[in-house]
Every structure is written in C-alpha cells, then in structure tokens.
C-alpha cells in the first residue's frame, strides 16, 4: 500500500518516486498548494476507494499525516509494498 | 437512441431571486421536471405569492450572515443542495462619464452596490453551497445566470463587469471543483422581455435593439428556464457560458 500511495503522491506532487517520503510535510513540496490538496484528496478516494472526511482532509499537512488518516480508513500505507 | 433525461425527481434546488421574472421562470421549470425547489428572495410580498410546495427564505443575497443562515437551515432541512441557480441580480444603467449631469462621473457608491448585487452575492453563495457540496459529496451543479452585457455594454460599467466577473467565476470554479464532480455553467441571456429589462430600457431603446436582433424580438423567460434545465441535466457541460441572446451580438 505505502508504494501505491507513494506513486500517487509521486504524480500530485509532480516529484521523483525516490524523493517521496515518510518526513515530507507540506511546506517541503513546491506544488503542494489549496489547489493541490484538492487534487490529492480526489486521486486518494479514487486510489483507495474511500471518501474522508473534511476533518481529515484539512488534517492531511505532510506524508505521515496522510498514512495516519488513511489507516483510519483501514488503508495500511505504512505498510510496504 | 435513448431520450435525454430531463427528470429531476429527488434533486434539490435553490434558486435566488427566484420570487420573479428570470428566476421565477426557473424556478417554475426545475419543479415541473421534479425538483424540490428553495427560492431565496428579498422581496416577502412576492415571496407569499410563490406555489406552497416551495420552501422560501426571504433575505438579501448580499447579507453575509443572513445567506449561511438561510443555506445552513436549508441543508438542515434537506440534507443537501445539488442545484444552486445564481440568479438574482439588479439591472443597472449608467455610462463612465455622463455628460447631461452636472456630476458627471460614474456615482461610486451605485457601482459598488451593482457589483455587490451581481457579482460579490454570485461568489457568497456559491462559496458557501459548494462547500457543502464538497463535505457531502455531492455532485451538483451550479447555474450563474449571467448577461450578454458581459462582453461590454454600453451605459452598464457596473453590471458589465460584474456580470463579466460572474463569467470568470464559472470558468475558474468549474475547473477547482470539477474533480469533485461539481459542474459551473453560466447561462448568459440577451434581451428577455421581463419586468426589469423594460424599465430598465426605454420603448424607444428596445425598438432599435430588436431591429439589431437577428431574431428581431426579444426572449422570453421560458427561453432562458429552458436552458438553465437542459445545463443541468446535461452531466457534461461545465464551465461554459451559454448565450441565450436571439443571435445578438454587442
């Protein structure tokens, strides 16, 4: 799951595979921006057929944050592969 | 080939300014296709007169405070919106600089309270609609009524760009909530033969404007309801501006 989730953030953030990570927040990624966030929570429900929350959404401010609300959703992105 | 879907059984729809004129005709089309229907009006006289199966909320699109109350009471009541119709406005006419008038320039307090009615209550309610929209994941659509008179009129500055303004809003908001399957369509009428064209245009201006009209006639409000159904039926169309001016062009 955490690859999956890491090539989609891969592709939102417009960023190499290699330099997605667990440590990345919000103000380390040049395009993650209001619009981008929007972007990101499309292509997750869509990825992972869920829907968040508002709550979670606005929570979601850095990679670890989005493993965590997603594993609310019973998505293992901590885990590998 | 199957026939288009028109039916708008179990849909929500709230229509500002919808007491009259433009609005009413809306109003009026989307519950014959089966809408529950919301009209949001200033006006309580014209409010009352309304069918009794409409819910109406008698405010002032540009009252802030009062609009989220009314939407949030609304969504209280129903659960959610999956059609907002932009529709109320106020038709205004006075040129940048008008030479018969001893104060010449444009009256600034007029201007602002035309972009307040047309265009800043456009961007009130649809930030507050499309934000319930988004948290109830509801894939709605929503309708800006806007004005030919957006592509520059002479002796409207104000409703000019304000209308202009709305045309900007559909485009921008169409592709921000597009992925959360949210449409933003404009419908943008001519000349429609409604209260508020013929007192703002004398006799003598609608007859030289209808000799300019391909058509040579005025629209009438079904022209315009009719279309604002077929935009929101159509799951397709988004961030169009859709003309309903009879071939007129300014």
């Known amino acids: 799951m955490r690859e999956r989730l890491f090539q989609l953030l891969s592709k939102v953030f417009d960023m190499r595979l290699g330099d997605i990570n667990e440590s990345l927040v919000k103000e380390d990624v040049y395009k993650w921006d209001s619009l981008v966030q929007m972007e990101l929570v499309t292509e997750i429900e869509k990825g992972f057929e869920i829907q968040l929350s508002i709550d979670d959404i606005m929570s979601m401010d850095s990679v670890q944050k989005i493993i965590e609300v997603l594993d609310k959703y019973g998505v293992k992105a901590n885990v590998p592969a | ?250």
């Open chain 2, 1 to 250: 080939m199957s026939q288009p879907n028109l039916s708008l059984s179990h849909k929500i729809a709230l229509v500002t300014g919808g007491a009259s004129g433009l609005g009413l005709a809306i109003a009026n089309t989307l519950a014959e296709a089966g809408a529950t229907i919301i009209v949001i009006d200033c006006n309580q006289t014209k409010l009352k007169d309304l069918r009794n199966d409409f819910q109406k909320e008698c405010v002032d699109v540009t009252d802030q405070e009062g609009m989220q109350a009314a939407i949030n009471k609304v969504m209280n009541a129903n659960g959610r919106i999956d059609i907002l119709i932009n529709n109320a406005g106020f038709i205004y006419n006075e040129p940048l600089i008008n030479l018969t008038k001893a104060q010449r320039q444009h009256d600034y307090n007029a201007y602002k309270k035309i972009i307040d009615i047309n265009m800043n209550s456009v961007f009130l309610t649809s930030a507050m609609v499309a934000d319930h929209m988004i948290v109830k994941r509801t894939k709605g659509v929503i309708v800006n009524i806007s004005s030919i008179s957006a592509d520059g009129n002479a002796g409207q500055t104000a409703y000019s760009a304000a209308k202009a303004g709305v045309n900007a809003f559909t485009k921008t908001w169409a592709k921000e909530l597009g992925p959360f399957g949210i449409r933003v369509v404009a419908v943008s009428p001519g000349f429609i033969e409604t209260p508020s064209t013929t007192q703002a245009l004398s006799e003598s201006m609608l007859d030289s404007l209808i000799k300019r009209i391909p058509l040579r006639k005025l629209g009438n409000a079904l022209d315009v309801a009719h279309t604002v159904l077929s935009v929101v039926s159509n799951q397709y169309i988004n961030g169009s501006i859709i003309p309903v001016n009879g071939g007129l062009v300014l």
